[in-house]
């Protein structure tokens, strides 16, 4: 068995021809807030407002969602670059069966709890009960969007980066089609208000899940056997949840800062809200080309360590750094310049929400710097095995340096939103220059080693055996 990767695997194909792919389908995901909010806003600037907590949860279910996939995506390429096929089998078979369960209890607990979600968000009684029926509603979607990013997972580790993206753009067109014809009630459709977009999303998403499914196993050559989905190995459970689960609660983390920070932004009143949701689109274009790189660069480093070349891994890292560092400071300069005023006014061209976001522009650039590093390293560290250190860090600084920080500004100096993202910028600087020390230090060496003896060497050893035998 060889350690090294093979000359097609995406060890060898580089950081563009993972990551471009990659971004554009983690903006499909992306854009299916962006686009009903942008669709909605013909509606008013209420009817924005109203999205708000369905988008909070729609991103926060992709965090949770992620707590598998991370670890079924590593694992996969990890397995792959150690050209250890069976374990392979294995994970994809449990990574469908878990990802199943999983968006089951997160559509029952926004189902049921969305009354409770809409009041611990402080969402304005006038736009309380339409916030909740529109969760009650995008919630059906969670469970397709489980398996949506399983196979996307899957796929990747594969270096089958482009698949995931071909059909999560058909999702968004058809988004765009059903609210066309579910908002505003054309050609003989019913006018369901905002409503009609939780409708197209769910439908959307689950039409894709069928493609998605098709194209695992035809690019992983794997037959899938239900049956299996729930037979749970323990060796593999416990190897997906040590990548998946420190990782997913580090984006954990930040979502229910966010959330908590969303809802301290909601005793601003609806217009700080709308444009809180609005300007978080914009931010979101940025990180999202952020952590595609970082994806990809997990993918290859994945791949790395599965043979063993930590050399290599050290050297892919420090150049998706100096490319993220320098894409991302000439995108998020632009923003106080042109790009931001010129996002703003899709949503809305309510004067007051121009206002509110103008300032925030220029906190961006510093923010943005500080985050590419979070995310590109923080990244990496998983896929060498160090993920403890990333979540003990994300806990500190967010709610140790972002959350203090923000309610300072923004509630005692009475800065209102802006203080509360000049409290968000804090943390990715702090915690960014953490992250670069971590990696260069090379601590993360000796757990990747232990990492990759527990995991792998066993299975060599054995495949060695039955060769004699």
Same mark, same amino acid.
């Given at each position: ?20 792919? %990659? ?22 600037? +209420? ?44 994970? !994809?078979?449990?990574? &469908? ?20 979600? #809409? ?23 969670? $469970? ?7 196979? *996307? ?61 098709? &194209? ?13 989905? &729930?037979? %749970?190995?323990?060796? %593999? ?30 005793? &601003? *009143? ?7 949701? %609005? ?15 970082? @994806?990809?660069? +997990? ?8 043979? @063993? ?23 998020? $300069? ?42 590109? !390293? !923080? ?27 923000? #309610? ?12 509360? =993202? !000049?409290?968000? #910028?804090?943390? +990715? ?14 601590? =993360?060496?000796?757990?990747? $080693? ?20």
């Amino acid at each position: 068995m060889s350690l090294t990767s093979s000359p097609t695997s995406p060890a060898q194909r580089g950081l563009f021809s993972l990551s471009w792919p %990659i971004f554009i389908d983690l903006s499909m995901h992306f854009l299916t807030v962006t686009i009903n909010t942008f669709m909605v806003g013909l509606l008013s600037i +209420e009817s924005v407002a109203e999205l708000n907590v369905g988008g909070q949860a729609f991103q926060l279910a992709f965090v949770l969602f992620n707590f598998v996939n991370i670890g079924v995506c590593v694992c996969c390429a990890q397995a792959l670059g150690n050209g250890n096929k069976s374990m392979v089998r294995r994970i !994809i078979h449990m990574a &469908f069966g878990l990802n199943i369960v999983w968006g089951i209890a997160i559509v029952l607990v926004c189902f049921f709890g969305a009354d409770i979600i #809409c009041s611990l968000m402080n969402i304005p009684s006038d736009i309380h009960e339409s916030s909740k029926y529109f969760l009650m509603i995008l919630s059906f979607a969670f $469970i397709a969007e489980a398996m949506n990013l399983c196979c *996307g997972a899957i796929l990747r580790a594969y270096g089958c980066t482009k698949d995931p993206m071909y059909i999560n753009i058909c999702a968004n067109i058809l988004i765009i089609i059903g609210n066309y014809l579910l908002l505003f009630g054309n050609f003989g459709a019913p006018q369901l208000g905002i409503y009609g977009a939780a409708v197209s999303s769910v439908v959307s998403r689950y039409i894709s899940v069928g493609f998605l499914i098709y &194209f695992v196993i035809k690019r992983t050559k794997i037959h899938l056997i239900p049956k299996f989905f &729930f037979v %749970i190995k323990k060796k %593999i459970l416990r190897q997906i949840f040590s990548i998946g689960l420190p990782g997913a609660a580090e984006n954990l983390t930040w979502q229910l800062q966010f959330l908590f920070m969303t809802s301290v932004v909601g005793t &601003f *009143g609806t217009v700080a809200l709308a444009t809180q949701g %609005i300007y978080f689109q914009l931010c979101g274009l940025i990180m999202l080309f952020s952590i595609s790189v970082a @994806m990809g660069t +997990e993918i290859i480093v994945s791949h790395y360590v599965g043979g @063993m070349r930590f050399a290599m891994a050290d050297k892919q890292v420090v150049h998706s750094v100096k490319i993220g560092m320098t894409i991302t400071g000439i995108l998020s $300069i632009n923003i106080p310049f042109w790009l931001g005023a010129a996002v703003i006014s899709i949503f809305t061209d309510d004067p007051r929400v121009l206002a509110l976001a103008q300032p925030i522009f220029y906190v961006s650039v510093v923010m943005e710097v500080g985050r590419i590093l979070n995310i590109i !390293i !923080i990244n990496s560290l998983r896929a060498v095995g160090d993920t403890k250190f990333p979540v003990f860090m994300a806990v500190l600084s967010m709610w140790g340096v972002s959350v203090p920080v923000g #309610c300072f500004f923004g509630i005692h100096m009475g800065y209102g939103l802006l203080g509360v =993202w !000049i409290g968000f #910028c804090c943390d +990715e600087c702090f915690r960014g220059l953490i992250m670069l020390i971590r990696w260069k230090t090379k601590a =993360w060496i000796k757990p990747c $080693i232990k990492y990759y003896k527990l995991n792998y060497m066993k299975h060599a050893g054995n495949k060695k055996a039955k060769l004699a035998s």
